[in-house]
Structure formats: C-alpha cells, structure tokens
C-alpha cells in the first residue's frame, strides 16, 4: 500500500495528516515463489452447517525454494446489533444520526424496530498514515463496510409474522476502527462509528466495494430506484433518512436520481470520514467500483438482468469526479463453453459530478429525458413514433423489464448518459443481455480483467431472446450447467478506439473475452452436499471476486441459490487449482471479499457473510434446513476475516 497516494488524496479533500510514530516497526514480507491452498472439506454436520468454518493452509513456496505452511482461521470482528466502543453495529439511521424506529413493506404492514440490519457487505481494509486511535497498542487501522439491506424485522403486532423489509429502508455504512497486534496481526475492534451520509442525501441498497489504489473506499448504490415508475411518486425508503415522508422530489422529497451512484469515503488519520457521489461515473445497479493500475480506468458491474458491462476513464488519475463513460458491446465468437467474445466501447458521453449534480437540483424528471412508447403504439402507428428505438432493460428497483420505445427529447444526451445510463446505453447500441453481472477485479501483471456472472440465464442463451431487439449473446449449453454462473477473462490492452472511431484514453481497456472457469449442475451420486444443485466441488454462482498479486490467485465468494452453503474459493492463475477455503452459514452470501498481501507484515483475507439463516434463502429447502437447522444458525450477520497470513510479495525471479 502506497502512502504517497493516501497522503495525496486526503490532503486533496481537506483532511489534516498528523504522523505518528507505530508500536513496532511491520515485519518484512515474504518473497514467494507460489503459494496454492488446500481445501477445506464441504460441511456434512448440522454444526459445520451451521456457522462459519476454514480447516484449509496456505502453502507458500519461497524464493529459496523453501516450503511453508500457514493455517487459516477465520476470525469475527463484530456481528450486526453488536456494541462496539459506542455504537451498534449496522443500526439504521436518519440523516440526524437517530435510529429509524418503524418501516413499512409494500402492503402497508408495519415493522418495529430500531433496525440492525444483517446484511453485511463491501469492506474496504484501510491501512492510513500516522492513523493513531487512544488506548491502542498496536498499528490503527479503519475498516469500512456497507451494511446493504434488512431481511426481516418483527411486526409491530406481536402476534403477526415478520415483515419482509428488503429495499424499504435507508442503509448505513460502518466504520471501524482496528487494533492490529504487531506479532500475530489479529485484528481487534476498538471503536465503532456510522458514517454521515447526510451530505449525499443517504445511501440506496449499498452493495460490494473496492478499496482505491489511493486508500479511499469505493463503494456503490445496487439496484437504482426506477426513475420512469417513480416519477411524480414519493421514494419512501429515502424519505425515511430525509425525514420527509410522503413527499415527492418536486416537493422536497427523495428524488429517485440521487441514488444508484457509485460512492467515494476517504478517512484521515483521526477517523474523519467525507462521502461523495460521483454522478459523473453514470447510474446503474453497481456491484462495485474496480479501479486499474493507471488509477483512472475504472470498471462497473451492472447487478441484474438485461444489463451492461461499463468503462469510466477519469479526466486526472485519482480523481473519479469527472471523466468519460462507455458500454460494452458483445461481438461474440463462441457460444459453446460458456462463451467468448471480442468487445467494443460505445461512448456514452463526458461529465463532471457538479454537471450531473446540477441536472438533478433542477428538478429533471424521467419525462423529462425521454419520450416512451408501447410496441403495440408503434406497430400499430409507425410513422407516428419514427425516431423511436426499442430498448429492452432492467429499469430499475419498482419497475418491470419489458420492451419499450424510446426517444431522447432534444438537449438532454448528457442527462440521459449518467442518469439513464442503462436505457441510454441501450439506445445507442450496447449489449444490454448480460444476466447477474456482479464483481470485477484485475491481474496487473498479466493485464487481465475478471467479470463474474453470477448466473447465466434469459437473454444469454441461445433460442431465449423473445423480444429482445438485440441478441448479441447466444450461449449454448445445458441450462442447468449455464445457471451455475461463470467467471470471465478479458485482455487489458492500449491502443483500443471507441466504435465512432476515437481513441481511448487508456492502457487497460478490455477486448478478447473468455470464461475462465464456471460451475456445473450436481453430479450424479455425489458424496457432498445433499442439498445442492449445483456441482458442490466447483465454484457455484460467483459473486465477490478479488485477486492477489503477490499469491498469483484469484479469490472468489459465492451468492447461491444452488448451494446450501456458499463457499469462498482460491484459484491459482497459474497451475489451475480451485480450493474451498471458506464455508458460510447455511442461508448466508459471502460478501466483503478483500484480500491485501502486506498489512504491516501480515495478510488478509477479508470475507463477510450476510443474512445467515434467513427466511427467505432457506424457504425451497426441506423441512430439516427451513426449520431444523435454521434454528442452529446465527442470523446476526458477520464482519470477518481469514488471519494467520504473513505478508507477502513476489520474489523478482518468479516472473509474474
């Protein structure tokens, strides 16, 4: 981790650096050579079931050629509703600071809180120079998490089941501050904070999460409120953190474009947190943020169905307030295997946050972007809607995904490019098939970048467009094996021009694109995993992904419906092998996913699981999980890592 960079961007956003001098000098990383994992057997017992659990090492070549093992343990920093140093963890809050006391589902049923939420998400590991906390004796580190949505809550009437909340709340995000000992690098909670979001107005279902090459936190907004079906309606979720209920945007109201934005928080040394949003890298259903070496291209995934694959390039490295964004098109090349392709940047346009912020103060209305019509409107009178187009898209949380016509009114290109994004980028010709497009993260070395789709399904195969104007994706296969979700590859390069023809203005723009691996339905007779649709040995609807440099190995977390238990995986780029290192509660999603190859001379694996046990993810399963062996799990959703790695780099001699 760099410290010129932090230094650069808080002094940047106003933040005073105070050094200080740390408890013991970090030790030095190891050089290595390889390093690959056992795996971690798949939970047979209703207790390993039941709570998270690693049995798996890191085996660690040296540069010498010395070999090492290192046991993994997974450790909990804190639990949802936990006390720590002075607040609770993942309590929902106003803009004020006060915990929100009642929500309502879409029937109008109440639910009682105060809320605190077990959806525990994005984390981003913070490592600030001169970061010094009273009291601690070992290195301050900060550790900001996304608490992403509320599952369930108790009905204010005892006597009625709970209330279903998901997308009905405002959310939060936590900061928390860290002791690591300077000797074992166990991390321990010292202080525990909500960070104030009143200046952006709140947060919208916050999702995963990347921490920058500059060490701010880069998270996102998943699921954007529908701007069409919200228009002229109240956001009430919103209103709840505005304290403005039952008002619309045009009355002081939540407005619907002031969430689904992607959200930068830098921490100064003493713990003092700002957020921005920058409006200027578009609006969609982010999954995260992943910021390339040259620290102003970043890369987006677009959670959902019938969504996009987008490209933001900065203006300034280090400065995502302005720049320039694209979307993917699919040019593919094969269909078997779960698909290749070679693809092309439509330019969606140029902005800065205080242009887009600017058309948001003005009151801009979905209607007031784009005139829409029916298909039966246009088939039945095409002269009539000549210079509509089809569009085809997920719109949004509220709205339904159907075909649609659209015009863009006169004048409002840049509004419909980063307010819009999905639909604009649709309009223009982009490939908007995707399915459950979820993390992204990038090998520097070999410049290549990792697109996870969760699951393949709908649009992405071969013979089930429908109505789709466009069927750029046609993947073959068997469906059960397709749902299982794959792990794309794609080549970085320079030199690459938009499809009008105009240089891009980087070094790390996607082009070929391949899977790298995927999972696979259940094999017949399998011994593990009784429950499970999909192969219980394989990687099964991936999720969260980060790769190490240092370890040559990509780390993947898993949100399946199709295994009872969602795994963490590690896949060595180089010799192919996959291993379970991490098993989750039943019902529960690893999330947070993070891995940082030198913390003051120790490594870790950062890995959350939210909504252990819940209601919901467990209804399709038999009696003895829904009920039995829900009642063994913890619903608290977890903060957590995998200790007892030491640091780590890669020896010059071992190349790549």
């Known amino acids: 981790m760099k410290a010129r960079a932090l230094l650069s961007s808080v002094c940047a956003l106003g933040f005073p650096i105070t050094m200080s001098a740390q408890a013991e000098a970090p030790k030095a990383p190891l050089e290595v050579r390889s390093v690959e994992f056992t795996s971690t057997p798949a939970p047979v017992t209703r207790e390993e079931m039941a709570q998270p659990y690693t049995r798996s090492q890191a085996v660690v070549t040296l540069a010498d050629g010395t070999v090492r093992r290192f046991p993994l343990d997974y450790r909990v920093l804190h639990r949802s509703g936990d006390f720590v140093g002075g607040a609770h963890a993942a309590l929902i809050v106003d803009r004020h600071g006060k915990p929100i006391l009642e929500a309502t589902d879409r029937k109008g049923r109440t639910a009682r809180g105060p809320f605190a939420a077990a959806g525990a998400d994005g984390t981003s590991l913070l490592a600030i120079p001169g970061a010094k906390a009273d009291g601690v004796k070992g290195h301050t580190l900060f550790l900001v998490n996304h608490i992403e949505y509320q599952t369930e809550a108790p009905n204010i009437d005892p006597a009625k089941p709970p209330v279903q909340l998901y997308g009905r709340l405002p959310m939060a995000v936590n ?56 228009d002229g309606k109240p956001l009430e979720p919103m209103n709840r953190y505005l304290d403005t ?172 490019a980063f307010l819009e994004t999905r639909r604009y980028a649709a309009w223009l010709g982009a490939t908007t098939e995707f399915t459950k497009m979820e993390g992204q993260t990038h090998n520097a070395a070999d410049k290549r970048l ?100 240092a370890m040559r190995t990509l780390f993947i977390g898993e949100d399946s419906g199709n295994h009872l238990n969602n795994f963490v995986w590690a896949y060595n780029v180089d010799s192919g092998k996959l291993s379970r290192i991490l098993s989750a509660p039943a019902g529960g999603e690893n999330t947070g996913l993070g891995v940082y190859d030198d913390v003051n001379g120790h490594a870790y694996i950062t890995g959350n699981v939210q909504h252990p046990g819940a209601r919901g993810d467990l209804r399709k399963y038999p009696t003895e999980v829904r009920e039995d062996l829900r009642r063994f799990v913890d619903e608290r959703g977890i903060v957590g890592y995998l200790g007892g790695l030491p640091a780590m780099k890669r020896a010059a001699a071992a190349g790549k």
């Open 175 to 230: 900061l928390t501050v860290l002791d690591q000992d300077p000797q074992s690098g166990k991390l321990e909670p010292t202080r525990l904070s909500n960070v104030d979001l009143s200046a952006v107005r709140g947060i919208w279902i916050p999702c995963n999460s990347s921490p920058t090459p500059w060490l701010t936190h880069l998270g996102s907004e998943e699921y954007e409120p529908d701007a069409q079906a919200l």
């Open 245 to 416: 209920p039952g008002k619309t945007a045009a009355d002081g109201g939540a407005n619907p474009y002031d969430y689904g934005h992607l959200l930068e928080i830098a921490v100064a040394a003493d713990g003092k947190t700002r957020a921005v949003k920058h409006y200027a890298m578009g609006r969609l259903a982010f999954e995260l943020g992943d910021v390339m070496p040259d620290r102003r291209t970043v890369y987006m995934g677009d959670d959902g169905d019938d969504v996009i694959l987008a490209m933001f390039v900065a203006d300034r490295p280090e400065d995502l307030s302005a720049g320039t964004l694209y979307a993917a098109r699919w040019n593919q090349t094969r269909g078997e295997d779960f698909g290749a392709a070679q693809l092309e940047w439509i330019r969606l346009g140029h902005a800065s946050n205080d242009e887009i912020k600017a058309i948001i103060a003005r009151g801009t209305r979905f209607g007031d972007i784009w005139e829409t019509a029916s298909p039966e409107s246009v088939k039945a009178d095409p002269a009539r809607f000549e210079g509509y187009r089809p569009v085809y898209v997920y719109g949004g949380t509220g709205g339904k995904t159907h075909l649609s016509y659209y015009r863009l009114k006169p004048g409002m290109a840049q509004a419909a």
């Open 450 to 549: 990792y697109t996870v789709i969760s699951y393949i399904r709908r649009g992405m195969i071969d013979g089930k467009n429908k109505n789709r104007p466009r069927d750029d994706i046609r993947l073959a296969g068997d469906e059960k094996d397709l749902s299982c979700g794959v792990v794309y590859e794609s080549v970085l390069d320079s030199g690459r021009k938009d499809t009008n023809g105009q240089p891009i203005a980087s070094d790390w723009v996607a082009g070929p694109m391949r899977a790298l691996l995927h999972g696979a339905r259940q094999p017949a007779g399998a011994q593990a995993g009784r429950y499970d649709k999909c192969d219980t040995e394989r990687v099964a609807n991936p999720d969260n992904v980060r790769y190490s440099e």
